[in-house]
């Protein structure tokens, strides 16, 4: 298989070139084009109820679609559902951690799985479910916004918005707790946070979906001062 990723960072595009027999599985929605020899068969999972149903702890949806060329090689695109990159990453027998939606495609035999985020972020009420994309082959990871890689050395520390992180490797120790108190949450507009220390390399993105969506809540007519009139016509009556 070979994967090449094209309209970098803003509008990542993934073209997948697989030999007769080979598949790729992939988050749904995220196809964008296959050639004739492409099948997809939609599937919940590998190992049956019990991992889907930790893949929807996980917040990934319970059903994902595979694709594998028949009766020759062939190509398919796949695409993120939001504008940002896309991360090709290659594992060799390792764990990979990505947050709730990060998850856009992988080789089959990639065991996808959900781990909760250990105690402390369980008492922080971030409820921090990460996946576990564990095994040999091939990961693509979707980001909104531009992707950032943060390289720590043994015992050292970096703080990201939770909103923000996309992935980190499994020698990273990581931890989840709010900024301050709920006075300094409200007035510092920030909320949950998560530590990492190394060593290994963390992942976050540029842009916050949380936060996005907010500002295009607001930003609509009948969620300002208007009292829920969608037109504004009351400022002029």
Do not use: C
Not at 50 to 58: D, E, I, V
Not at 148 to 159: F, H, K, M, P, R
């Amino acid at each position: 298989m070979n994967i090449e990723l094209t309209h970098k960072p803003s509008y990542t595009h993934v073209r997948a070139d697989l030999d007769s027999g080979e598949s790729i599985l992939a988050e749904p929605g995220a196809m964008v084009s296959h050639s004739p020899t492409i099948e997809i068969e939609t599937t919940t999972s590998r190992d049956g109820l019990l991992s889907s149903a930790k893949s929807m702890l996980g917040g990934e949806s319970l059903l994902a679609n595979e694709f594998t060329a028949r009766g020759g090689s062939g190509t398919l695109t796949l695409a993120p559902p939001t504008p940002g990159d896309v991360h090709h990453h290659e594992l060799t027998g390792e764990t990979l951690y990505a947050v709730d939606g990060a998850f856009l495609a992988a080789d089959p035999d990639i065991d996808i799985d959900s781990e909760f985020g250990g105690i402390k972020s369980l008492l922080a009420g971030a409820s921090i479910t990460p996946l576990a994309l564990k095994g040999t082959g091939n990961v693509l990871i979707e980001a909104f916004g531009g992707l950032e890689t943060v390289e720590l050395d043994a015992g050292e520390s970096y703080t990201i918005d939770n909103d923000h992180v996309v992935a980190w490797e499994e020698s990273v120790n990581f931890d989840a707790h709010r900024v301050g108190g709920l006075k300094s949450t409200l007035l510092s507009g920030e909320g949950l946070v998560m530590d990492f220390t190394g060593p290994g390399t963390v992942w976050y993105q540029t842009r916050g979906l949380d936060s996005f969506t907010s500002a295009i809540a607001d930003a609509l007519p009948g969620t300002g001062d208007n009292d829920g009139d969608a037109t504004g016509l009351d400022d002029f009556i």
